[in-house]
């Protein structure tokens, strides 16, 4: 397998757009994670689901954010609209049940 | 999920052992101690967890105290490729919070 995709890798977008981040996780995973990490905050949680259904939305900053997995295989994360203090690393993860998490490369966002 | 306490930085020369410590006393009986390595530029990496006894895998192992109030990771031989922040995580679920870690240096 090649490991959770996330893509794009970098995005540079004007405040007030719309942003929508992906991930593909690793197959046969039943856990995927929604970090942000930033050099002020650190990682954190975000949002994560368990076979496609989101479990814990706490982390979720505002109503801006929205996340959805409309299957095993695709997750997205969107921002709408963005703001500067958006910028940041956002990573994807994904588990098996009760084993370790597997992340992605992360896509650098910035907001202009 | 309760609170770890690790130190900020820590150093070590290359191929010498290296113990990362963490404090977890507020640790709860179902809480799995779980460590994680971010290298530069790249996203968090699982090294090991345990529940009670001591653990051991091809990167690490993990020493966890009779009371659980403490673990410590220990490199046995560290690379200059080890150089990262590591972080000690408690969780009895699924969601791994991260704190700030403890960022290693590793000298030639």
């Known amino acids: 397998d090649a490991g959770v995709i996330q893509s794009p890798r970098h995005e540079v977008t004007e405040m007030g757009q719309e942003v929508t981040l992906r991930c593909k996780p690793i197959?046969?995973?039943?856990?995927l994670f929604w970090y942000r990490q930033t050099m002020m905050r650190g990682l954190e949680l975000l949002i994560y689901?368990?076979?496609?259904?989101?479990?814990?939305d706490s982390g979720m900053p505002e109503d801006r954010f929205s996340a959805k997995m409309p299957n095993a295989s695709f997750s997205t994360l969107k921002i709408q609209p963005s703001e500067p203090r958006d910028s940041a690393v956002y990573f994807c993860a994904s588990s098996p049940i009760q084993t370790e998490a597997f992340f992605g490369q992360g896509t650098r966002l910035t907001v202009v | 999920d309760a609170k770890t306490t690790q130190p900020n930085s820590m150093e070590s020369n290359e191929e010498e052992p290296v113990h990362l410590p963490c404090n977890h006393s507020t640790i709860s009986g179902t809480d799995y101690i779980h460590w994680y390595r971010q290298l530069p530029s790249q996203g968090p990496e699982y090294v090991i967890h345990?529940?009670?006894s001591n653990v051991n895998n091809r990167m690490a192992s993990l020493a966890i105290a009779e009371d659980r109030k403490s673990s410590t990771l220990i490199l046995h031989r560290a690379t200059l490729r080890d150089a990262a922040v590591y972080y000690c995580?408690?969780?009895?679920?699924?969601?791994?919070?991260f704190g700030k870690g403890t960022s290693l240096l590793v000298t030639p």
């Open positions: 689901f368990n076979n496609n259904v989101p479990i814990d």
């Open positions: 197959s046969g995973h039943d856990y």
């Open positions: 345990g529940l009670t």
């Open positions: 995580i408690l969780t009895a679920g699924y969601a791994l919070n």
